[in-house]
């Protein structure tokens, strides 16, 4: 069983802090600039909803060329209205539910200087990140459907996903941070995985895709 040092559990745990809203550097990473109202939405490979289309704000998205685990960056205004459920410069993840899609709100991005640590949780039950080994919480059990970060300075560590009712590690992850990344852990069922964040175009055809 992997296990910490006794220095990166010091390191880390100093270092966390809630994360605030505000957006992160990521528009830099697309061919076009990304517009100052941008939507940030992917699909996550675990959606098994319908095949063509899916909600997002107000209108059915067009999942034909969407890749899987890619943020794609919509223009808020050209979302139809009313669009309560949508944020400029806010991060959607798009999954599944057992009766419909579901559009997951993220945290926001607090600061490039910073390591977001994101925890997404897809599967039915609640589940925390912890460093294995000490225990210590890095993220406080989060119910299903629903998304919780934190974010940390730079550091060497490793973290596990904890299934909150019987202490099932459903993924561990040996992690080597640098300033500015964006990771996500996504469950499921009885497993997780570690996503780092990828950007797509932005949305020009955006008529084509929302209808």
């Known amino acids: 069983m992997t296990r910490f040092s006794a220095r990166p559990i010091v390191a880390l745990i100093p270092m966390l802090t ?11 990473l697309y061919e076009a600039p990304a517009p100052a109202d941008a939507v940030f939405v992917r699909l996550l490979a675990e959606y098994d909803g319908p095949a063509d289309r899916a909600p997002v704000g107000g209108a059915q ?24 459920d949508i944020e400029a410069g ?11 899609p579901r559009l997951i709100r993220e ?15 897809t599967g039915p039950a609640p589940v925390r990140l912890i460093l294995p080994g000490a225990g210590t919480e890095v993220i406080a059990p989060l119910p299903a459907g629903s998304a919780a970060s934190r974010a940390v300075n730079p550091v060497r560590a490793t973290v596990a996903v904890e299934r909150v009712s019987d ?16 990771l996500t852990f996504v469950v499921e069922d009885d497993s997780a995985r570690l996503l780092e964040n990828r950007f797509g175009p932005v949305v020009r055809d955006v008529a084509k895709r929302l209808k």
């Open 90 to 100: 806010r991060y959607y993840s798009l999954t599944s539910s057992p009766s419909a």
């Open 61 to 84: 998205m067009d999942l034909a060329d969407m890749p899987h685990d890619t943020y794609l960056a919509i223009s808020a205004a050209d979302l139809p209205e009313p669009h309560n």
């Open 18 to 28: 809630l994360s605030g809203a505000a957006l992160a550097t990521d528009a830099a």
């Open 167 to 182: 202490g099932q590690i459903l993924g561990r992850f040996d992690l080597t941070l640098t300033r500015g990344q964006n």
């Open 107 to 121: 945290p926001a991005r607090e600061t490039a200087a910073k390591v977001h640590l994101i925890l997404l949780n």
